[in-house]
């Protein structure tokens, strides 16, 4: 083996991966059988955070950044002036192998650059997927990423050996994906996904009745899509994904700030800031969806296309609605507590919980850590001090601010730090 070239293919390869964020392995129960290496349960993004605050990585790596595509948003795209590389299969084996017996990483993220034609790369990364489980007897966790056109068959096949399966849609309109990839069809990225929906609907089915039926893309699939290459609205964006989740079960929904990376008067300039605080935004905005009880259309509509960038969705939700506000902590139901800004779904529960036993007060609501910087303005509880009520939305936004502290405080001024 020449160590040097594989050093080499892995640097331009690895790079290459970066911008791809889908790569989250929660959801996933594959066990480990016959002292095998390796168990997914529980495993996460490259550098991420399990539940129980574990912090785990995974080898993500592209199979080829040779592509047969011009999209001019992808830095792999074949008019794009760059060193090109490819693994073999037997090198993703062994490179994931030798890495996991490091203890470098927990498992493996291979995506490629459609060489050939969508079929030929697709069955080469299942070849990987299939010597790492079958040869290997590896049980850690396997992302593959699904390519856009590749049969119905292979991708059954793909979620035999994969923990999750994803098809990143790209652009979030067909308008954009048209601007900006005239060789991609927008059917293309669908048909991987109704065939993966298909086949997890079909294994649940058949495990009912057969308790030893293989197990199919434990973790289920997700996508992504670019923010910012193109001119949608935060409303084409969030409905697209509403779409995406509804439609096809998805696990996920990944947001990416576009990076600059092609001088293309399609595209932003290069040197372009990455839409950092947007796309923290739009994560915000999916959490209140898939875990707040919010309404795509509540948050985002034909009056408010884009989000409030100097607050959060919820907060500016409720500044936008102060006719349903104050609510009282001790009689209100979950929905409506989960809807107050400054109030997380645990400190729901805990609050539902806390007022069985008695009326709760101010301090009660600071021990049990709600933010009163934001709430107060929005609950009353057994207290006689309480917020004067005479104030507008604008009012209320503006104290908020002043007494807020945020790690996005640096995009006021004009420089973001993500991590400040």
Not at 63 to 78: H, M, P, S, W
Not at 151 to 158: G, H, I, V
Not at 192 to 197: G, I
Request: hydrophobic residues 35%; positive net charge; contains cysteine.
């Amino acid at each position: 083996m020449n160590y040097e070239r594989i050093k080499e293919k892995l640097e331009i390869l690895a790079d290459a991966a970066k911008y791809d964020v889908s790569c989250s392995s929660s959801g996933s129960t594959r066990k480990n059988k016959n002292k095998g290496l390796g168990d997914s349960s529980g495993m996460g993004i490259c550098h991420s955070y399990t539940e129980d605050g574990r912090c785990v990585s995974l080898l993500k790596i592209l199979l080829t950044n040779v592509c047969i595509f011009d999209c001019a948003y992808c830095v792999t795209r074949k008019s794009n002036d760059i060193k090109r590389a490819a693994f073999t299969v037997q090198e993703v084996v062994d490179l994931t192998i030798n890495f996991y017996r490091r203890n470098y990483i927990e498992g493996l993220f291979l995506s490629s650059g459609i060489f050939k034609s969508p079929d030929a790369t697709m069955e080469r990364l299942i070849r990987v997927a299939k010597k790492l489980r079958e040869e290997e007897n590896f049980n850690g966790y396997i992302h593959l990423k699904s390519i856009p056109g590749a049969s119905d068959e292979l991708m059954q096949e793909a979620g035999r050996y994969a923990d999750r399966l994803s098809v990143n849609i790209e652009i979030p309109t067909k308008e954009g994906l048209k601007l900006l990839a005239p060789d991609k069809d927008h059917k293309d990225f669908i048909k991987p996904m109704k065939a993966v929906q298909q086949s997890i609907k079909q294994y649940q089915s058949e495990k009912k009745l057969i308790k030893s039926t293989p197990v199919y893309a434990p973790a289920g699939q997700s996508t992504q899509m670019i923010v910012g290459a193109t001119g949608e609205t935060d409303k084409d964006v969030m409905y697209s994904a509403h779409y995406f989740y509804n439609k096809f079960q998805m696990k996920r929904v990944y947001y990416s700030g576009y990076i600059p990376v092609a001088d293309d008067s399609r595209l932003p300039a290069l040197g372009t800031e990455v839409p950092m605080m947007r796309e923290n935004r739009l994560y915000q905005t999916d959490w209140l969806l898939r875990f707040y009880g919010f309404d795509v259309r509540e948050i985002l509509n034909d009056q408010h296309q884009n989000l409030d960038m100097d607050i959060d969705p919820k907060l500016s939700w409720a500044l936008r609605h102060l006719d349903q506000f104050p609510v009282d902590v001790n009689r209100a139901d979950k929905r409506m507590l989960a809807r107050v800004p400054g109030i997380g779904m645990k400190s729901v529960h805990k609050i539902i919980q806390a007022r069985r036993y008695r009326k709760l007060n101010w301090e009660h609501l600071r021990a049990i850590g709600i933010s009163l910087n934001r709430s107060r303005y929005f609950i009353t509880c057994d207290s006689r001090i309480f917020e004067s009520r005479d104030l507008t939305g604008a009012q209320i936004k503006q104290q908020i601010m002043i007494n807020s502290t945020s790690k996005y405080h640096n995009n006021f001024s004009n420089q973001l730090s993500l991590f400040a």
